[in-house]
């Protein structure tokens, strides 16, 4: 191709597509391409990959590690989803970037490393889904990725010391390193909580560790490119496979299915459209693996006669399996955004609005790969809530958990009282955490608007840092489901942000300790000393105060997971435990949808965990 640019069309070209395949994976994203890339090591296993974006791996809007956020809002790369008014944010509707492009959103991601809970990942058995524990997925936490230690330098830089070399993935795909460009704030980060006696305490993988800590990124140490599911998972091995086809372009419309006598019901193949226009329908010899992420899978199972009888009647569809918890128990972790003033010693990104400051930066990444667009370190916390880790905010904090899960009936949910018990111990140990705070060296401001293209706009005079305080484990619980039988409509999606009063209640006196994170040294040097806020003049010395923010800065970490979860049918659940759809014989999930409880953290490394175990259990089912 002459210009690197434009999508590789000769991989959505369907000449030479065979009529049926063992195994058909709808979604060549994250999880897809983890599972079909190791299903076809096997010669003698035949798959084929659908996805309906383009083939764009060489694109440096998706290789450069700085531009990622440039794909946002862009059709060609973002499925631009939106969600509905939200009741708890004031009626403000919330973007959700998704990859629409081979690799999926982890082409597009910040690709921020970050790994969950022990605790989160346990609770995951506790809600019936046998083997599914810490202990059993800490090996594919190390399957997916390589860790390239940083030089001593900046591991003194960085305050790496927590870091256990001998635990880290070792030969995985994907390419994890903390990236050679770092600044002030990165350096002065983990020291501020050191000071403040919260020193990050154990390897992140071991799922224990808590505390101000920096995280690596997914980028190859070597070509200081990002390093994700299309690049590593459909390499240029992978790509010469015989066995291996993957069609770009490709919609899938629904998933074939023929209910059996006296069995499950059998998936017997998928109906999609090509780029050219051409309907097919494709068998599945053995299995259709539904990789399409946490708003489409529930879309299309539901497209296909999956979900509540009542909603598909509504529209039209046949109902094959009515499960009425298809695209329920959505949940996602709300962040709320302050920007501070950066000192006026202290460059920041926002300084790349200047159009000559940009053609610089990328002038030096295209000659020698260094700069803020080689970035791959990003600062983080995970943090419980200060003010309850006394004796007298112990009995503050199960005081405030009794007032509001006593009696709780807002959800006919099976498993809500289950899922609110695994949370409410997780809030009252002083070894977990409740929040994930995140520092974006940039200003961001959400009254701009709801999409990326208005809010991460440096449109606000000056340099800012801007620090986030996610709701690692949320109470509440959403929704995506079609409203319309066009599976090119898109589905309607209700995070319900805020809804469960918990959520505003541990986050609101998370936003109060920003105000001394930012009062903390050597972090508040950095700072403008009566510098300007974005929300401007905010601040949060009262808990009425930060109640009230909440609902004005909330946005969404794009973390989207539980709409097909994986739990048992009475419990709420759409897979059982070997990711299998209830009812069927031969049509699994595969993705962040069948994730039952949200773990801390951002994902990416949950759903390649999640997908090369899923790859083993499709495998030893055929021995």
Same mark, same amino acid.
């Given at each position: 191709?002459?210009?690197?640019?434009?999508?590789?069309?000769?991989?959505?070209?369907?000449?030479?597509?065979?009529?049926?395949?063992?195994?058909?994976?709808?979604?060549?994203?994250?999880?897809?391409?983890?599972?079909?890339?190791?299903?076809?090591?096997?010669?003698?296993?035949?798959?084929?990959?659908?996805?309906?974006?383009?083939?764009? /791996?060489?694109?440096?809007?998706?290789?450069?590690?700085?531009?990622?956020?440039?794909?946002?809002?862009?059709?060609?790369?973002?499925?631009?989803?939106?969600?509905?008014?939200?009741?708890?944010?004031?009626?403000?509707?919330?973007? #959700?970037?998704? %990859?629409?492009?081979?690799?999926?959103?982890?082409?597009?991601?910040?690709?921020?490393?970050?790994?969950?809970?022990?605790?989160?990942?346990?609770?995951?058995?506790?809600?019936?889904?046998?083997?599914?524990?810490?202990?059993?997925?800490?090996?594919?936490?190390?399957?997916?990725?390589?860790?390239?230690?940083?030089? $001593?330098?900046?591991?003194?830089?960085?305050?790496?010391?927590?870091?256990?070399?001998?635990?880290?993935?070792?030969?995985?795909?994907?390419?994890?390193?903390?990236?050679?460009? #770092?600044?002030?704030?990165?350096?002065?980060?983990?020291?501020?909580?050191?000071?403040?006696?919260?020193?990050?305490?154990?390897?992140?993988?071991?799922?224990?560790?808590?505390?101000?800590?920096?995280?690596?990124?997914?980028?190859?140490?070597?070509?200081?490119?990002?390093?994700?599911? %299309?690049?590593?998972?459909?390499?240029?091995?992978?790509?010469?496979?015989?066995?291996?086809?993957?069609?770009?372009?490709?919609?899938?419309?629904?998933?074939?299915?023929?209910?059996?006598?006296?069995?499950?019901?059998?998936? $017997?193949?998928?109906?999609?459209?090509?780029? !050219?226009?051409?309907?097919?329908?494709?068998?599945?010899?053995?299995?259709?693996?539904? &990789?399409? %992420?946490?708003?489409?899978?529930?879309?299309?199972?539901?497209?296909?006669?999956?979900?509540?009888?009542?909603?598909?009647?509504?529209?039209?569809?046949?109902?094959?399996?009515?499960?009425?918890?298809?695209?329920?128990?959505?949940?996602?972790?709300?962040?709320?955004?302050?920007?501070?003033?950066?000192?006026? *010693?202290?460059?920041?990104?926002?300084?790349?609005?200047?159009?000559?400051?940009?053609?610089? &930066?990328?002038?030096?990444?295209?000659?020698?790969?260094?700069?803020?667009?080689?970035?791959?370190?990003?600062?983080? !916390?995970?943090?419980?809530?200060?003010?309850?880790?006394?004796?007298?905010?112990?009995?503050?904090?199960?005081?405030?958990?009794?007032?509001?899960?006593?009696?709780?009936?807002?959800?006919?949910?099976?498993?809500?009282?289950?899922?609110?018990?695994?949370?409410?111990?997780?809030?009252?140990? $002083?070894?977990?955490?409740?929040? *994930?705070?995140?520092?974006?060296?940039?200003?961001?401001?959400?009254?701009?608007?709801?999409?990326?293209?208005?809010?991460?706009?440096?449109?606000?005079?000056?340099?800012?840092?801007?620090?986030?305080?996610?709701?690692?484990?949320?109470?509440?619980?959403?929704?995506?489901?079609?409203?319309?039988?066009?599976?090119?409509?898109?589905?309607?999606?209700?995070? $319900?942000?805020?809804?469960?009063?918990?959520?505003?209640?541990?986050?609101?006196?998370?936003?109060?300790?920003?105000?001394?994170?930012?009062?903390?040294?050597?972090?508040?040097? /950095?700072?403008?000393?009566?510098?300007?806020?974005?929300?401007? %003049?905010? *601040?949060?010395?009262?808990?009425?105060?930060?109640?009230?923010?909440?609902?004005?800065?909330?946005?969404?970490?794009?973390?989207?997971?539980?709409?097909?979860?994986?739990?048992?049918?009475?419990?709420?659940?759409?897979?059982?435990?070997?990711?299998?759809? #209830?009812?069927?014989?031969?049509?699994?999930?595969?993705?962040?949808?069948?994730?039952?409880?949200?773990?801390?953290?951002?994902?990416?490394?949950?759903?390649?965990?999640?997908?090369?175990?899923?790859?083993?259990?499709?495998?030893?089912?055929?021995?």
């Amino acid at each position: 191709m002459d210009d690197v640019n434009t999508a590789n069309t000769e991989r959505a070209s369907t000449e030479g597509l065979l009529e049926s395949y063992d195994y058909v994976v709808v979604g060549g994203g994250t999880a897809g391409l983890v599972v079909a890339s190791r299903l076809t090591e096997n010669k003698d296993v035949t798959v084929l990959v659908l996805e309906a974006g383009a083939d764009r /791996l060489g694109d440096s809007r998706i290789t450069t590690p700085g531009l990622g956020l440039t794909t946002w809002d862009n059709p060609d790369f973002d499925w631009k989803f939106m969600t509905t008014p939200q009741d708890g944010l004031n009626g403000r509707t919330v973007a #959700h970037p998704r %990859g629409k492009t081979l690799g999926g959103s982890t082409a597009i991601n910040v690709g921020l490393m970050a790994y969950p809970s022990k605790s989160g990942v346990d609770s995951w058995e506790k809600l019936g889904n046998k083997g599914w524990n810490f202990e059993t997925l800490r090996p594919y936490y190390r399957k997916f990725h390589t860790y390239t230690p940083p030089s $001593k330098e900046v591991s003194d830089l960085l305050a790496l010391d927590y870091m256990d070399y001998d635990i880290q993935g070792k030969s995985g795909p994907i390419k994890v390193s903390f990236g050679d460009f #770092h600044g002030p704030l990165q350096k002065d980060w983990p020291e501020t909580f050191k000071r403040m006696n919260t020193k990050y305490t154990g390897d992140p993988l071991t799922g224990l560790g808590s505390g101000g800590h920096s995280n690596p990124a997914s980028i190859d140490a070597r070509s200081k490119t990002r390093s994700h599911a %299309g690049s590593e998972y459909y390499n240029s091995e992978a790509r010469s496979r015989v066995n291996l086809r993957v069609l770009t372009e490709a919609l899938v419309e629904k998933i074939t299915l023929e209910p059996m006598q006296n069995g499950p019901v059998s998936a $017997k193949g998928v109906q999609f459209s090509s780029s !050219a226009g051409e309907r097919r329908v494709i068998r599945a010899t053995k299995e259709v693996i539904l &990789a399409a %992420g946490a708003f489409q899978s529930p879309q299309l199972l539901e497209l296909s006669g999956i979900g509540s009888q009542a909603l598909l009647e509504r529209y039209g569809v046949k109902t094959v399996i009515d499960n009425p918890f298809v695209g329920e128990n959505l949940q996602d972790h709300a962040v709320a955004v302050l920007s501070f003033e950066a000192a006026e *010693h202290i460059p920041t990104g926002d300084v790349l609005r200047d159009p000559q400051v940009f053609a610089a &930066a990328m002038e030096e990444y295209n000659k020698s790969k260094t700069g803020i667009f080689a970035a791959g370190t990003y600062c983080s !916390a995970f943090m419980p809530v200060a003010d309850f880790l006394s004796d007298e905010g112990e009995a503050r904090l199960k005081q405030l958990l009794d007032q509001h899960l006593a009696n709780d009936s807002s959800s006919a949910f099976p498993s809500q009282k289950q899922q609110y018990e695994l949370l409410r111990s997780v809030l009252q140990s $002083k070894d977990d955490s409740s929040i *994930h705070y995140i520092m974006a060296p940039f200003q961001l401001n959400v009254d701009a608007g709801p999409s990326p293209t208005q809010y991460l706009v440096p449109t606000t005079e000056g340099n800012y840092m801007t620090l986030c305080a996610a709701l690692n484990h949320p109470f509440s619980r959403g929704s995506v489901h079609i409203q319309s039988p066009d599976p090119t409509e898109k589905p309607k999606i209700d995070p $319900k942000y805020l809804s469960h009063p918990l959520d505003n209640e541990i986050l609101a006196r998370h936003v109060q300790y920003m105000e001394e994170l930012v009062r903390a040294e050597p972090l508040a040097s /950095l700072l403008k000393k009566d510098g300007r806020r974005i929300p401007a %003049g905010k *601040h949060v010395e009262e808990l009425g105060e930060a109640r009230t923010l909440g609902p004005q800065t909330v946005t969404s970490n794009f973390h989207p997971t539980g709409t097909c979860a994986m739990m048992p049918k009475e419990l709420g659940g759409v897979v059982d435990e070997r990711l299998m759809v #209830h009812g069927t014989g031969n049509l699994r999930v595969i993705d962040a949808s069948i994730i039952p409880l949200e773990p801390r953290g951002n994902i990416q490394s949950s759903v390649y965990a999640i997908a090369e175990r899923a790859a083993d259990l499709i495998k030893d089912g055929r021995r």
